[in-house]
């Protein structure tokens, strides 16, 4: 089966990823990535901004210049919060406008900002006008300096009623929060949701039930197999096992859905 990854980071440069990644047993480089998606058939990846500590757009330059190199790799560009004046929004349109990125992201839990802080407010309106995902951490954060009160998924209610035009994907289900997260997709046309990162701070095989569970619960009470994206968080799990966690997860009869047309659709990506 053909894949798309809608959840991985590609800034090789930024240390503490390549370390994390060492420490799961991933190598995290360049040849790495084009190995593990040829042996995965991972048609298509969305390569998300890996050091929230940058300015906007952060590290658009790396993304694009990936995407140049590889064109199964989709940019999107994450939103720091202290840098959100007319420059950096002007900047972001630009990069909408070139269609050189496909969605934008924010880290909230890893800043201690809400996604229904009004500094966000325009990029959410730009998105929405040039219909573009903005991708939103949701649940626990990877290390314990973080504020999970800011990504506790209930929040982006608010900004999902506000803000109709614009499609919210909820990255991590809100793991683990699934519950809220199930109703914010079911309640809410324009919110979706992404399945990675599920297996960082619990690799024990014991817990593929629980996060089956889990998936299987949001996905039948929202009724919306339509609005789930598989992701990995590549490189904070190897790809290979992750696809086997997932598919165990998700209904067989969804499969083509959630590994493929979902993210192809809502992204726009264009693969065959
Ligand atoms: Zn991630």
Redesign the pocket.
């Known amino acids: 089966m053909r894949i798309i990854d809608a959840?991985i980071?590609t800034n090789f440069a930024y240390e503490s990823a390549g370390v994390h990644a060492r420490e799961l047993g991933v190598t995290f480089s360049w040849e790495a990535l084009q190995k593990e998606m040829k042996e995965n058939n991972i048609a298509g990846a969305l390569i998300?901004t890996t050091d929230h500590h940058a300015p906007t757009p952060a590290e658009s330059d790396i993304l694009i210049g990936q995407r140049e190199k590889d064109p199964r790799l989709f940019p999107i560009c994450s939103i720091h919060p202290d840098y959100t004046d007319k420059r950096h929004l002007t900047a972001i349109e630009l990069l909408l406008k070139k269609k050189a990125i496909f969605g934008i992201k924010i880290f909230p839990g890893y800043h201690p900002v809400y996604p229904s802080d009004k500094r966000f407010f325009p990029f959410y309106e730009l998105a929405g006008k040039y219909g573009v995902p903005v991708i939103i951490?949701t649940g626990d954060t990877f290390g314990s300096d973080n504020l999970v009160k800011y990504s506790h998924p209930l929040d982006v209610d608010e900004i999902a009623v506000k803000f109709r035009k614009t499609i919210f994907i909820l990255?991590h289900l809100g793991n683990p929060w699934v519950r809220d997260a199930a109703e914010l997709v079911y309640k809410n046309e324009n919110v979706y949701a992404d399945l990675?990162?599920f297996c960082i701070s619990h690799p024990e095989h014991n817990e593929v039930k629980r996060i089956a569970d889990d998936i299987k619960f949001a996905i039948s009470y929202s009724a919306r197999p339509d609005k789930f994206l598989y992701g990995s968080?590549w490189p904070?799990t190897s790809m290979k096992p992750y696809i086997n966690v997932i598919k165990r997860a998700v209904p067989k009869k969804f499969h083509q859905q959630i590994f493929f047309d979902n993210a192809n659709r809502v992204f726009k990506l264009g693969l065959q």
């Open positions: 959840h980071h998300i951490h990255a990675s990162a968080d904070l």
